[in-house]
T-cell receptor, first 115, second 114 residues
Framework: DAGVIQSPRHEVTEMGQEVTLRCKPI?????LFWYRQTMMRGLELLIY????????DSGMPEDRFSAKMPNASFSTLKIQPSEPRDSAVYFC?????????????FGSGTQLSVL | GDSVTQMEGPVTLSEEAFLTINCTYT??????LFWYVQYPGEGLQLLLK?????DKGSNKGFEATYRKETTSFHLEKGSVQVSDSAVYFC?????????????FGSGTRLSIRP
């Protein structure tokens, strides 16, 4: 199993540019989560999907952030326009809801630097 | 709402020392509890879990017991190794949610000296 695949691994961009982060969950998983990790705020849940439908986006910081999951094997997180304070590591994770056996599988993350 | 509080780091220990990382939680339901570990440059990995009161999760020499009376899930290891250096996250999941999410603590950085 290839695990959760995120791309790009690193992204450096200038303030005001659009940034798109991509995620391929593990095949067969029906839940997908986007997290942001910073030194100041730790690991924050931005949004999660169940069966491709957004369930809770209350963690999305601003309207500049948007996420889509057009099918079970692909999701994007877009920031437009980007700002320096968006610099962080963004993780995608997937899971197969099995009641109390739920376990998250994380990708390796995208290190975003907005200059 | 549900939340997780864990001890602040960094925690620095010598090899073979005893480790405790404290974690307490607040939840309205009956959560499952987890410890995840993040090695440098990688995503989080599940270390261990417990799904009901008095359950003990264990893996790689680490243990944690689900204590409902104290709402705690402290992580312990009897003899740490340099390879245990990582960031450790306590987390909970409300098992009664139809599409439950996992809530993480702020993480505790552990450094082990040779």
């Amino acid at each position: 199993d290839a695990g959760v695949i995120q791309s790009p691994r690193h992204e450096v961009t200038e303030m005001g540019q659009e940034v798109t982060l991509r995620c391929k969950p593990i095949s067969g998983h029906n839940s997908l989560f986007w997290y942001r990790q910073t030194m100041m705020r730790g690991l924050e849940l931005l949004i999660y999907f169940n069966n491709n439908v957004p369930i809770d986006d209350s963690g999305m910081p601003e309207d500049r952030f948007s996420a889509k999951m057009p099918n079970a094997s692909f999701s994007t997180l877009k920031i437009q326009p980007s700002e320096p304070r968006d610099s962080a590591v963004y993780f995608c994770a997937s899971s197969l809801l099995l009641g109390t056996n739920e376990k998250l599988f994380f990708g390796s993350g995208t290190q975003l630097s907005v200059l | 709402g549900d939340s997780v509080t864990q001890m602040e780091g960094p925690v620095t220990l010598s090899e073979e020392a005893f480790l405790t990382i404290n974690c307490t939680y607040t939840a309205t339901g009956y959560p499952s509890l987890f410890w995840y570990v993040q090695y440098p440059g990688e995503g989080l990995q599940l270390l261990l879990k417990a799904t009901k009161a008095d359950d003990k999760g264990s893996n790689k020499g680490f243990e944690a017991t689900y204590r409902k009376e104290t709402t705690s899930f402290h992580l312990e290891k009897g003899s740490v190794q340099v390879s245990d250096s990582a960031v450790y996250f306590c987390a909970l999941s409300d098992q009664y949610s139809s599409a439950s999410k996992i809530i993480f603590g702020s993480g505790t950085r552990l450094s082990i000296r040779p």
